[in-house]
């Protein structure tokens, strides 16, 4: 036992008095293990600061040769160096292990150049070089025609430096996000963007590219795009960049760029844009945009933009300089952020001429222009668990342009009971008039108040504001009345209070009629009743067995309803004065009229109304369909509308209406048609063409008359599609994937397009001879001439004046991994051609490419 213990601490001492001697040499001597991997042991000392290495160097090849009097190894075929998390993989690598030296060189051809090239795994990253120096003690790494790919770019340049595990220094460095290149399906990228120097810093979190100046190429052809320098994201994360702008003509203001700005995220959740437009003729407009995100939780953006727009040249008739401003805010809240609470915002206030002088081409193309109103609004929704109760605040801005009004409601406040039954079942399945009786009321309190944009918030603004508060109650019954019948009753409620009242007098001095408004809590009631008889009757007919017609069906659902409302005017009501005009005849008026929630309806209502509704479907027979028959709509919707009022001491029967729903073609072409008829003869003066309404009850004459007409085509419409696959064999390879070639070498592709196709026609007489019409044909579709050429374009032509209304033509090329896009309006106010090329790849959303570039907006239209 002491002899044993004896030898073991003998053999302890040696190690120590081993170790003592590498430590004071200092050198790495370099062993054969029993795998024929070389092993660079350091010395192992107390202090850690000598230490040579981190890890061990490991090395395997298919051959290796050890010079021991150069201190080197040579490894060929197969070669790989592993050490830290590097690993390194050639077709020959040579180590010194005197100055920890590590050379790595591609598989060449018999002309000398690299087929294979080295691959270096680091982190979880691939870099692909045609050569590759590396030291190990200094981690210093010097690589030619390096690929140093990340998420959906790859770099390629003639010289890289590698400084640490975070700076790379390059050389004539190729950048470029085409996926064909990124996974070598093509040894030639599309384009790429070429800078003399770059700079590469990788984080944990995001890598960035910064160039100095830097050009783009297409197809190995030089873009006059250049840039004094870059700032390129290398990773899947937000990154800051130069947004790329678009650029064109416009006849109006001159030569542009639309859209050049900067892209700046800050944190997870927001993000920065800032946008410019420039224009040869002096117009320019700035607009900057915060857009915000937090997953199931919210969304939305702000937007501001000021603008010049100038128009002519200076000193001449038509020169013309105007100033414009927008302000907008777009807010979403997740369903499943909070479903009893839900906050949205719609926010978009103009200047009111901004679409007159808007120098931002997007709202031409998207036809914004043609806009005549402008509503805003923010509203919050709160729903309870236990209660049927639902309450609901708006806040709403409506802009007209073609009058200069605005109305502002602040706030509009809604609470809304849901329905419930009046009295309870005494069974569990309701029966009768009673049991059915349902109540439905809502109270709802509104301040409104309408000016010219410019007067809104000026000294009459407490003058002009009205503020009202009204609660209604709605109640309804029904029941089966001799099986074939369902008898309705009904009951509306309304009670209004407003804060303001209406005093007219006539004027003699001025000789016109002032509206005097009276300040004060003043207030009015309504209500009306309404019994009703509905059926449905049927009536088919079946045709012969085999006839091309199997049958066709009419569903008629007629219903008659009696309404009663009193007669408001009445002096008993005080809801209506007099006051006597300028032949001093006494004129009825009410002291509500204008108001926030109107004034109460005149003349006592004992009305007699019906309603028809027709539907007409066909059966025909079909082979496609596995029944043998398919059905037809001749008309979905086809409905005649009026009524008699009893109590009237004139005009008892009211306009007869008449509107109908079709679609025909599979529901493809649909056709809507309404149609006012006037009972009464009007008889028209020969010299004004106006006309007088009379009593002679039979002379029925359009007064009105609309059709709209719509037919979406594709290709479909001649047939089935083809399966080029089945048809032809032999497919296109780089390049050409999406083409099919024959036996004698010509490309089949498929040629996908859309066409649909609007007309519209109104025609209003009332109580004019001849009245008023007008027409109208839109188109507007897409034509995919190649699988990466698309044609897509609309037009609008006024039948009547014989002009084009709106036309826009574009042109769309699918470059792999970027689009070329055209626009063009030829006709119009704004003409104009803009001219934009943009990248695809996700990596640069932010950096160079102008659509999708931050966070998804809602909804949004700038």
Do not use: C
Request: proline share 3%; net charge positive.
């Amino acid at each position: 036992m002491g002899s044993k213990g004896f030898k073991s601490t003998l053999l302890f001492l040696l190690f120590l008095i081993f170790n003592s001697f590498l430590a004071q040499t200092g050198r790495i001597v370099p062993a054969q293990n029993t795998d024929n991997k070389r092993v660079a042991v350091s010395s192992d000392t107390v202090v850690a600061g000598n230490e040579q290495l981190s890890d061990v160097v490991k090395t395997k090849a298919d051959n290796i040769r050890n010079d021991l009097s150069a201190n080197m190894t040579f490894l060929n075929k197969n070669a790989q160096v592993n050490y830290l998390d590097m690993e390194i993989q050639a077709d020959y690598i040579s180590v010194n292990w005197t100055n920890g030296q590590i050379y790595a060189r591609g598989k060449l051809n018999e002309n000398g150049r690299v087929v294979e090239p080295v691959v270096t795994n680091q982190g979880g990253k691939k870099y692909e070089t045609d050569s590759f120096t590396y030291n190990y003690k200094t981690a210093v790494a010097i690589a030619h025609n390096a690929r140093t790919e990340e998420s959906e770019g790859v770099i390629v340049a003639e010289r890289t430096k590698k400084v640490n595990d975070s700076v790379f220094y390059m050389r004539n460095g190729k950048y470029t996000t085409d996926e064909y290149f990124l996974q070598k399906k093509d040894t030639v990228a599309d384009y790429y963007l070429l800078a003399p120097t770059i700079k590469l810093i990788k984080g944990q979190e995001k890598s960035q590219v910064i160039t100095g100046p830097i050009q783009m190429y297409i197809e190995q052809v030089p873009t006059p795009l250049v840039l004094p320098f870059a700032i390129l994201p290398f990773s899947d994360k937000r990154s800051a960049g130069i947004l790329i702008p678009s650029f064109g003509e416009r006849q109006d203001v001159g030569f542009f760029l639309n859209s050049l700005g900067y892209y700046q995220p800050i944190g997870e959740h927001f993000d920065v844009r800032v946008l410019l437009d420039l224009y040869t003729k002096g117009s320019w407009s700035i607009r900057s945009e915060v857009g915000y995100k937090k997953n199931y939780k919210y969304s939305g953006n702000f937007s501001g933009e000021v603008g010049n727009t100038v128009r002519g040249i200076r000193g001449l008739p038509d020169y013309s300089k105007s100033s414009t401003y927008r302000i907008a805010w777009r807010h979403q809240q997740d369903p499943k952020a909070n479903p009893y609470l839900n906050f949205s915002a719609s926010v978009d206030i103009i200047s009111n001429k901004f679409y007159n002088n808007t120098i931002n081409n997007n709202y031409i193309f998207n036809q914004n222009v043609l806009n005549t109103q402008q509503n805003s609004s923010v509203s919050v929704t709160k729903r309870f668990l236990n209660l049927p109760v639902t309450l609901n605040g708006t806040a709403s801005y409506s802009q007209n342009f073609s009058t200069g009004y605005v109305d502002l409601r602040l706030p509009q406040l809604t609470a809304n009971v849901s329905q419930f039954y009046l009295l309870p079942s005494r069974t569990g399945v309701r029966n009768g008039l009673l049991e059915n009786i349902n109540v439905n009321t809502s109270l709802a309190f509104t301040n409104f108040l309408t000016a010219k944009q410019e007067d809104l918030f000026g000294p009459n603004m407490a003058d002009n504001l009205q503020t009202g508060l009204k609660n209604n109650i709605g109640l309804s019954t029904n029941a089966p009345l001799f099986r074939y019948f369902t008898f309705s009753l009904g009951a509306n409620v309304d009670n209004v209070l407003t804060t303001k009242t209406k005093r007219k007098t006539y004027n003699p001095v001025t000789n016109s009629l002032e509206d005097l408004y009276d300040k004060g809590v003043a207030g009015f009631g309504t209500f009306s009743t309404t019994a009703s008889v509905q059926t449905v009757l049927y009536g088919t007919k079946v045709f012969k067995k085999g006839a091309a017609i199997q049958a066709i069906r009419h569903m008629i659902t007629p219903s008659f309803g009696f309404t009663f409302s009193p007669d408001f005017a009445r002096d008993s009501w005080g809801y209506y004065r007099r006051y006597y005009n300028e032949r001093g005849d006494a004129v009825q008026y009410s002291i509500f009229e204008g108001g926030i929630y109107g004034a109460p309806g005149s003349g006592l209502t004992q009305s007699l109304g019906f309603n028809i509704n027709n539907n007409v479907e066909m059966k025909v027979r079909s082979r496609k369909d596995s029944t043998g028959v398919r059905k037809i709509k001749i008309f979905e919707n086809l409905n005649i509308s009026g009524s008699y009022n009893f109590a009237a001491d004139h005009y008892k029967w009211s306009p007869i209406g008449f509107n109908s729903q079709s679609s025909f073609f599979d529901n493809k072409l649909a056709l809507n048609m309404a149609m006012t008829v006037d009972p009464y003869k009007i008889i028209y003066e020969p010299e004004s063409g106006q006309g007088v309404r009379t009593e002679q009850f039979g002379h029925f004459s359009i007064q009105n008359f609309n059709a709209q007409f719509s037919l979406p085509l594709n290709e479909a419409i001649f047939g089935e599609k083809e399966d080029l696959g089945k048809l032809y064999s032999r497919k296109g390879e780089v390049r050409n994937e999406n083409y099919y070639f024959d036996d004698d070498g010509y490309a089949h592709f498929g040629q996908p397009w859309t066409l649909n196709i609007n007309a519209q026609y109104n025609y209003t007489r009332q109580l004019s001879r001849f009245g008023t019409h007008s027409a109208s044909i839109g188109l507007d579709g897409t034509l995919k001439l190649t699988p990466f050429w698309n044609i897509n374009g609309s037009t609008f032509y006024d039948v009547v004046t014989g002009e084009l209304a709106y036309t826009r033509l574009g042109f769309a090329r699918d470059q792999r991994s970027f689009t070329i896009n055209f626009n063009w309006v030829p006709v119009g106010q704004y003409r104009v051609y803009d001219f934009f090329i943009g990248i695809k790849a996700n990596i640069l959303r932010d950096a160079v490419k102008y659509r999708s570039r931050s966070f998804p907006q809602t909804n949004s239209s700038f």
